[in-house]
């Protein structure tokens, strides 16, 4: 009986320790993070060294650590440069009557560019783009050892590129007086140029002759009246570059004549 009274409350205070124990146990394993939260938890900074952040990889399209993009826009290509060699002809239509009597020396004058000039193939001026000059010497009958004079030069074109400075030769004409119809052609500087007189549209009739050479040629003369020398609108000149011309292409994209070169 005795016996009986005493394991009665040890086994009682077993059940309760063993309880007890069991109850730490689940608390603990409730207190633990998942396994896939463990794993990607990162460890402690070591002492003494700096914490380093974690960089993402960039992805395709997303500007990099410099700022850049994966694919650059190509650099435009530089521009074309076209060279007119010296001795290039061209030929231009008078907008305005020119004449020994009532031109001066100084005088600017306008006029159309008649054909296509090119280089390597390319259509650097194109046909009626515009063109300017000077009378460079104007003298009317009796002022001239008795005859008259006048002579014009080329000073720039309007190339398909933009406005381009010229330097030609002077094209001449001299008319003697006292009767004497001749049609001597003066070429500046070395001889180079000539004068085509003739009438574009049929309106005022048949040409009027032309004078071709490098300084001695005499073929008929430009219009006169009472022997001074008169070259009307649309008479056609011919002008020899003295010098090469580089034309580069415009940046802007604006351009007089055709809008783009042609290539032929």
């Known amino acids: 009986m005795n016996v009986t009274r005493i394991s009665l409350p040890l086994l009682l205070s077993t059940a309760l320790f063993l309880g007890g124990c069991h109850s730490k146990t689940d608390q603990q394993a409730d207190n633990q993070p998942p396994a896939d939260q463990q794993a990607t938890t990162a460890a402690p900074d070591e002492p003494g060294k700096p914490h380093k952040p974690h960089q993402r990889e960039p992805r395709a399209g997303e500007p990099g650590q410099g700022g850049s993009t994966a694919h650059q826009p190509a650099p435009p290509p530089p521009p074309q440069v076209v060279e007119l060699p010296a001795g290039t002809s061209i030929r231009v239509r008078l907008d305005q009557d020119l004449s020994s009597q009532t031109s001066h020396a100084g005088d600017p004058f306008s006029a159309t560019v008649a054909d296509d000039v090119m280089a390597n193939g390319t259509v650097v001026i194109a046909k009626d783009s515009r063109a300017d000059g000077t009378v460079t010497d104007a003298k009317p009958l009796g002022k001239f050892k008795g005859g008259a004079l006048l002579a014009v030069k080329l000073d720039r074109v309007h190339s398909n590129w933009g406005t381009y400075p010229v330097e030609t030769a002077s094209i001449s004409k001299a008319e003697a007086g006292k009767g004497k119809r001749t049609a001597g052609f003066i070429g500046g500087g070395a001889g180079l140029g000539a004068l085509i007189g003739g009438l574009a549209g049929g309106g005022k009739g048949a040409a009027i002759g032309a004078l071709a050479g490098a300084g001695a040629g005499t073929a008929g003369g430009a219009l006169t009246g009472n ?3 008169v070259l009307p609108a649309e008479t056609v000149l011919t002008f ?25």
């Open 227 to 229: 022997k001074q020398i």
């Open 240 to 264: 020899q570059l003295q010098n090469p011309v580089r034309i580069t292409e415009s940046n802007s994209g604006i351009t007089v004549g055709d809008p783009k070169l042609q290539v032929r």
